[in-house]
């Protein structure tokens, strides 16, 4: 019928020429080989739905066109016993290619190219002149001490492929460096820096001084979402590359950026659950967290009304995926608003074939109907603690077939306060399953070192594009930091209790509120100096120590520096004053 329309359609438009093209099929004309592998999967799961074959076999069809072809077959019926035909057919199986990921924009382009095509800044080429016979003092050492990570990380190449094309080609520096810094240094917004005499902030992002912020915030309306995405995506290859991902354990969830403005439904803003469970307006980026390293993924902008079941695979195919082999997955955490039996069919049978799926279960009408029985008979139940009691019973969805274990975790007491999760891995115990899920609070606790350290709650303004450039500095803070204790190690990348020190108490530390000058030596290099020494052993001496042995690797050089390398020293001012009692 498709085909018939448009006859009709080409013949009212163009007459008797509509002859010559007459013989194209039509939009929704299948061949007789797709429709044989449609009837032949259907016949294997009666219970797919059209949307669940089109997703596993990657079918470039609607789901009209596939209910088609089921319905001329008379294959509606769910209840029917599954055949599997194609299993006496001699298969032409295509080999599988192995998985290539997107190689970062670190290797593209070289630094002598960048260099020799490139200026550094005018002010800040004045300024290191003037260092190296004037020291200059300063209070906030962290921005200078990360400026080598960050730019191992890549942002300059990457700005220059992927970046908008009116901000390319001049000078090294960029915005997104000035950000950064000014995330890492601890001021919360753009705007404070106009308000303090320290220039940490602009020497490390190689300015010398600072624009306007309103220049600021012209130069980003430069950006779209497609070179945001790809400066993301571009951030998380070169991440994988330093080993600062893994991507074996990964975990989902949502965070809600409340919008304190009027008229929030004239502009358009969606309304998501806070964390009282209050529907507000917003904007919610989804974030993606690797367990196994603790650090980021990826993080992108959502409007408050999205919801994870719309999105996630969606998310996965776009940020995750083409960096991260779906096939090395082991083990994917979710909470309970992922509850949906499609998500679960695309991440087990679809995508991440060799990984586990450990979910807490929103009581929906489904799993209410599958816990029900279990609710009602007050035998087995076994004690997990003092409090709470838990049983575990075995089921398969309905609609794809898929074997789960859920995990029913109610008070002993009252019976009330009652918890479900459930997990894929249906080998492994109760006991386990409830262990692992508490992985879950390192993404927990991840997104409140996001708001508290890196300030993700600190974005103003309702342009989405200006709010994803804001969440790829987040990131690309996050990282350094990240590439920084995984240098420095220790107690303070690995500490008893499990947890690394966050940027937060590192700025107590190290990074600010510091009496500190900056000087350049005869070779060029940048020379830092704490002035307020007390005693030895403490972590000056092993920040030195690093940045000596990452000048060894080469690796201690900012591009936008004219690769010049920094340098920690440390020395008390007022030790000449110590006398002997």
Not at 42 to 69: C, D, G, M, Q, Y
Not at 349 to 358: D, F, K, L, M, T
Not at 542 to 568: T, Y
């Amino acid at each position: 019928m498709p085909t018939y329309y448009r006859l009709v359609a080409d013949y009212k438009l163009y007459g008797q020429w509509a002859v010559i093209p007459a013989l194209s099929p039509g939009k929704q004309s299948l061949s007789a080989k797709l429709q044989l592998a449609i009837i032949l999967e259907k016949l294997k799961h009666p219970k797919w739905s059209p949307e669940t074959i089109i997703k596993t076999h990657r079918l470039n069809v609607s789901r009209f066109a596939v209910f088609r072809v089921i319905k001329r077959w008379a294959l509606e019926n769910k209840d029917r016993i599954p055949i599997a035909l194609d299993e006496y057919l001699d298969k032409e199986t295509p080999p599988s290619k192995p998985f290539q990921p997107l190689k970062s924009a670190y290797h593209l382009l070289s630094e002598k190219s960048i260099l020799d095509t490139r200026r550094i800044n005018r002010h800040f080429e004045l300024i290191c002149n003037k260092m190296k016979t004037h020291p200059f003092h300063i209070c906030d050492p962290g921005p200078l001490l990360l400026a080598p990570f960050v730019n191992d990380l890549g942002v300059i190449q990457a700005f220059e492929t992927h970046g908008p094309i009116k901000l390319r080609g001049k000078e090294i520096s960029n915005l997104a460096l000035l950000n950064v810094f000014r995330i890492l240094a601890g001021y919360r917004r753009i705007s404070h820096l106009s308000n303090n005499r320290d220039r940490t902030v602009a020497l490390s992002s190689g300015i010398g001084m600072f624009g306007s912020t309103s220049k600021y915030y012209e130069d980003t309306i430069a950006f779209e979402f497609d070179q945001l995405h790809r400066l993301r995506c571009d951030l998380v290859a070169r991440a994988k590359e330093l080993g600062l991902i893994e991507g074996l354990q990964i975990d989902f969830d949502f965070h809600l950026k409340e919008f304190y403005g009027n008229h929030s439904k004239e502009k358009q803003i969606g309304k998501g659950p806070d964390k009282a469970g209050n529907m507000v307006p917003g904007f919610r980026p989804h974030v993606a967290w690797d367990l196994a390293t603790n650090a980021i993924i990826n993080i992108a902008y959502f409007q408050g009304g999205t919801r994870s079941p719309r999105i996630i695979q969606q998310f996965c195919e776009q940020n995750i995926f083409p960096i991260l082999d779906p096939l090395t997955v082991q083990e994917l955490y979710m909470d309970s608003e992922y509850t949906k039996e499609g998500d679960f069919h695309y991440f087990k049978e679809v995508s991440c074939r060799n990984g586990q799926i450990y979910i807490c279960l929103r009581k929906n009408k489904q799993i209410l109907k599958f816990i029900q029985p279990a609710l009602d008979d007050n035998k087995e139940w076994q004690p997990y603690d003092q409090e709470d009691e838990f049983r575990a019973i075995q089921v398969k969805l309905p609609k794809t077939g898929l074997a789960m274990k859920i995990i029913i975790l109610r008070d002993q007491e009252k019976k009330e306060n009652i918890r479900c999760f459930g997990t894929t891995n249906v080998q492994l115990s109760s006991k386990d399953i409830l262990r692992k899920y508490r992985f879950r609070w390192i993404i927990e606790n991840g997104i409140k070192d996001l708001v508290a350290s890196y300030y993700l709650d600190e974005i103003f303004g309702l342009d989405p594009e200006k709010v994803e450039f804001e969440f790829y500095c987040v990131m690309v803070a996050r990282l350094a930091y990240e590439y920084f204790l995984k240098e420095l190690g220790g107690k303070y990348y690995n500490s008893v209790n499990g947890n690394k020190i966050t940027l937060q108490k590192m700025r107590n530390l190290l990074f600010e509120k510091r009496n500190c000058t900056i000087e350049q030596d005869h070779a060029g290099n940048l020379i830092l100096t704490l002035l307020d020494r007390q005693k030895k052993g403490t972590i000056e001496d092993h920040v030195s120590k690093m940045l000596l042995s990452l000048k060894e690797k080469g690796k201690n050089k900012v591009l936008w520096w004219n690769n010049r390398s920094i340098f920690l020293c440390a020395k008390n001012q007022y030790q000449f004053l110590q006398t002997v009692q």
